[in-house]
C-alpha cells in the first residue's frame, strides 16, 4: 500500500467474503483487478470515538487469544485484528506505544528501525515516504542508506514487541491472520484522549512542535543572516537541553 499515491480503496463486504478474498491469490470477483489485495485493521464500533478490541468486536474469538501479561490490565489499550493477503506490504511508520504483534496464521516479514533513524527515513507524520524498503529510490533518499535494519520473521504462534516510536515495515509472505495489542507505557494522561489508532504524538510532544513552529515563524522577522544565526544557535541548545545522554 502506497499512502502517496494513494493505490487503495476502502470497501465494506460481509466477513467471510472478506476472508474468502483475502485468502485467495486470483479472485472471480473483485473490485478493482483480478490480483487485489485485501487488508483488515479492526476499529472501535464507532471509529471516531471507540477503540480496537477484538473482544468486544470479536467476542466469539475473545478466547482464543491469551493477551501477554506483560503489563498492569489498566495500561491496555487496544487490540486490534489483522487480516491480510499474501504480498501486502504496509508502509513503514511508527505507533506510539508500546505493542505485541501476535501472528496466528501465516507468514510476515517485519523490518525496523530504531528511532534515532528518523533523520534518514524521510518521514510524513508518522510514516516513511520510503516505501520500498528493499530496493529505494537512492537518488531520491540518498540518506535512507544510514538507516540500520532489522529485520525479522514471524510465523504462526511467533509474538513481536513492537517498542514505541520504533519504525515497522510489514510484508504478509502469506495469507495471514495477527493480532496487535497496544499498551500505555507512559502515565495515562500523557497521551492525546482522541488518540483512537495509538498512533497520536503524545500531548506535550504535539504541544512542544507547536511551539517550535511559532519560534520559527518568529525567525521569520529576521533578515537572513541573523535568522541563520539564532536558528542555529537554537539547534544547539536543543541538543544541550533536550538530548539523551542515555543512548548507546
Ligand atoms: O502486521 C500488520 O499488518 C501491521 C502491524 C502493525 O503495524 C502494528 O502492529 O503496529
Ligand atoms: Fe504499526
Known amino acids: 500500500m502506497d499512502f502517496l499515491s494513494k493505490n487503495f480503496l476502502y470497501r465494506t463486504l460481509p466477513f467471510d467474503v472478506f476472508v474468502r478474498r483475502a485468502a485467495e491469490v486470483k479472485h472471480t470477483e473483485y473490485f478493482i483487478s483480478e490480483d487485489e489485495k485485501y487488508y483488515l485493521r479492526s476499529l472501535g464500533e464507532d471509529p471516531r470515538k471507540d477503540i480496537a478490541d477484538i473482544r468486544k468486536q470479536f467476542p466469539s474469538l475473545a478466547e482464543d487469544i491469551q493477551i501477554p501479561e506483560y503489563f498492569e490490565k489498566e495500561q491496555f489499550f487496544s487490540s486490534v485484528f489483522r487480516i491480510s493477503s499474501a504480498g501486502l506490504q504496509l508502509w513503514t511508520h511508527y505507533d506510539i506505544m508500546d505493542n505485541f504483534l501476535i501472528q496466528i496464521v501465516g507468514k510476515k516479514r517485519v523490518v525496523l528501525y530504531s528511532p534515532r533513524d528518523a533523520p534518514y527515513l524521510y518521514l510524513a507524520g508518522t510514516k516513511s515516504e520510503v516505501l520500498n524498503v528493499d530496493n529505494p529510490d537512492m537518488e531520491k533518499y540518498p540518506l535512507f542508506r544510514k538507516a540500520r535494519r532489522h529485520e ?15 519504525f515497522h515495515n510489514v510484508i504478509s509472505e502469506e495469507f495471514g491472520v495477527g493480532v496487535n495489542v497496544f499498551w500505555k507505557h507512559l502515565p495515562s494522561e500523557c497521551y492525546d484522549k482522541t488518540d483512537t489508532y495509538g498512533n497520536k504524538d503524545p ?27 539564532y536558528a542555529r544557535r537554537m539547534v544547539l541548545r536543543i541538543q544541550e537541553k533536550a538530548y539523551s545522554t542515555n543512548y548507546e
Open 152 to 166: 525479522c520473521s514471524l510465523e504462526a504462534g511467533d509474538v513481536l514487541f513492537i517498542p514505541a516510536l520504533w
Open 203 to 229: 500531548m506535550a510532544a504535539s504541544r512542544a512542535v507547536q511551539i517550535l513552529d511559532r519560534a520559527l515563524k518568529t525567525l521569520e522577522e529576521l533578515p537572513e543572516e541573523y535568522r541563520d544565526f
